[in-house]
């Protein structure tokens, strides 16, 4: 189980970025994450992944405080975390980040199961480096797909769908849905309704703070109803 | 051979107890092994310089020469004058690597002139792999000069590494380029310490469609000084591509000096240089991956050298 226990992050302007956040992710739960941009997602993922340390409060894992540990330890005990903008790399190729990522060479077989996953022909991408040659589409899907291959208890993806297109996204979301079935936690950052549609739990992060929060079945409706009105839904609410 | 230039040639070379080809193994300013082959014949210079000539006959296939150079101790100053005669449309992998190694505090020096006349049609990689080794305090000095002439339609890729115990390098390459001739340069340097390398690369493009492309990648630690110029001259109807890119670590430098001469409406000629520290995403990037700081730097430094 992860928690995040009354979590903010100030910037040195005295700028609030997250306030006082606390959310429950039990094991195998899939959790999105939506909102507004500039509401404090990203930043939030970064705090779990051990990227940015928190000002105030505590990252737990299975009931034991974390939020001491770097990212490397963090990355140890099973935490993954999907870049939202991937970073490159030149003279490193899509077959070496795999199998960096997955901690052991890869067969032919496992490179085209990674990669086909996020809809990468593998023969045309496993040998080219990770940098500034990939559009910005295959480079998010290759991020992506290091994730994957990592195969952690916890995986956070943040906001996988963008410069994703239609026939590869179907894809993607089949393998959210097949890592939900194998009891695998994760945290999606995402605007996409497709992908809040297999989410166990919605979580509306706006303004760094939790503005609404439950089951999807509970969650969704109102948020449908609040993209018809064009907003975003106002107060916190915690639906049990 | 003694155990050192054995030792040089496995990393400078590949060599495992033999070559497989056309070979000649230079120790300390001699010879101690050489062989030729039906299409590769290695002989001494002409013209009574230290060094060889190696001339492959027209249309030759897949064929491979060895030569290369080791000094192995302090207080040798070696030069060799090595020239390449490569008949029209043949195509050969030329190995020339270089090692320089001293356990004493005198100074171990290797100083290589390499000219390639390269024939009609004709395909050559040529790959130079440096390296310095040995705990004594004497300087290990490589300076390469590498000439190159390709007549139409020919093709070099030139592979040129090295990473590391040389105490200073000055590299020298010009070229000259026929119609359609084509012309791949790939440099790999790190250099530490208080090491100096200097790369001077001049490419003279004078036959229409003739094409290069010269990229270097180094990476400078320690108070290490690198200075890299190139210079790419269009005389026809070219293109011409030169990239610096350097990673800059502790209190090294790095100068960058492009040039680019068009002396003809249709010359296309682009240089782009970088150099800066490790960008701080891609280590963190690393470490999300389970590595930890140290291991993730020299992940990246290794696949940028690769």
Redesign the interface.
């Known amino acids: 189980m992860l928690e995040i226990r009354n979590v903010g992050w100030t910037l040195p302007d005295g700028a609030d970025i997250l306030k006082d956040v606390s959310i429950t992710i039990g094991e195998g739960k899939l959790v999105v994450i939506t909102g507004p941009n500039g509401g404090g997602k990203t930043t939030l993922a970064k705090v779990v992944?051990g990227?940015v340390r928190p000002t105030t409060g505590s990252i737990w894992l299975d009931g034991k405080d974390i939020t001491h540990m770097?990212?490397?330890q963090r990355?140890?005990q099973g935490i993954?975390?999907g870049?939202q903008q991937?970073?490159r790399?030149?003279?490193?190729t899509v077959r070496?980040l795999m199998e960096?990522?997955a901690?052991h060479d890869l067969d032919m077989d496992g490179l085209c199961d990674l990669l086909g996953k996020v809809g990468l022909c593998t023969l045309d991408y496993i040998d080219r480096d990770v940098d500034g040659s990939l559009s910005g589409g295959e480079i998010k899907r290759v991020e992506i797909a290091?994730v994957l291959a990592?195969g952690t208890r916890i995986m956070i993806f943040d906001e996988p769908e963008a410069g994703i297109d239609l026939w590869s996204f179907n894809s993607l979301v089949s393998a959210f849905e097949r890592l939900k079935d194998s009891h695998h936690t994760m945290i999606i950052i995402s605007h996409q309704q497709r992908i809040i549609e297999i989410a166990d739990e919605i979580i509306v992060l706006a303004d760094g703070g939790i503005r609404l929060s439950g089951l999807r079945e509970d969650v969704l409706p109102l948020l449908l109803e609040s993209e018809m009105a064009g907003y975003c839904p106002v107060g916190k609410k915690v639906i049990a | 051979m003694n155990k050192i230039t054995e030792k040089l040639l496995g990393i400078v070379a590949g060599y495992k107890g033999k070559f497989d080809g056309a070979f000649n193994i230079r120790e300390d300013g001699g010879c101690v092994a050489r062989q030729s082959t039906e299409n590769i014949q290695i002989t001494a210079h002409r013209e009574g310089k230290p060094g060889l000539e190696v001339h492959v006959a027209p249309g030759t296939r897949d064929e491979k020469v060895y030569i290369p150079a080791c000094v192995t101790k302090g207080d040798v100053d070696d030069l060799t004058y090595n020239d390449f005669y490569i008949g029209d449309g043949a195509r050969v992998t030329i190995v020339a690597g270089c090692g320089v190694h001293t356990d004493d505090a005198g100074e171990a020096r290797h100083n290589g002139v390499h000219r390639f006349f390269i024939g009609k049609g004709a395909t050559v990689t040529y790959d130079e792999k440096h390296v310095g080794t040995g705990t004594g305090q004497g300087a290990r000095r490589i300076n390469p000069v590498t000439e190159a002439i390709l007549e139409e339609d020919a093709s070099l890729t030139m592979d040129t590494v090295q990473l590391g115990g040389v105490q200073s390098t000055i590299r020298k390459t010009e070229a000259t380029l026929a119609a359609r001739a084509k012309l791949i340069i790939r440099e790999r340097l790190m250099t530490d310490g208080d090491e100096t390398a200097e790369t001077d690369f001049v490419v003279t493009l004078n036959g229409d469609d003739s094409a290069t492309h010269v990229v270097s990648r180094s990476v400078a630690k320690g108070r290490s000084r690198q200075r890299f110029v190139s210079r790419l001259v269009g005389n026809a109807r070219c293109s011409g591509h030169s990239e610096c890119d350097a990673i800059l670590a502790d209190n090294a430098v790095v100068t960058a000096a492009p040039q680019l001469d068009a002396y003809n409406e249709d010359a296309s000629l682009i240089h782009e240089a970088a150099i800066g520290k490790i960008a701080g995403e891609q280590i963190l990037k690393l470490r999300t991956l389970g590595l930890t700081e140290e291991q993730a730097v020299n992940r990246i430094i290794q696949g940028f050298l690769k």
């Open positions: 992944a990227l770097d990212i490397t990355a140890l993954s975390y870049f991937p970073v790399f030149k003279g490193l070496e960096l990522s901690g290091s990592r």
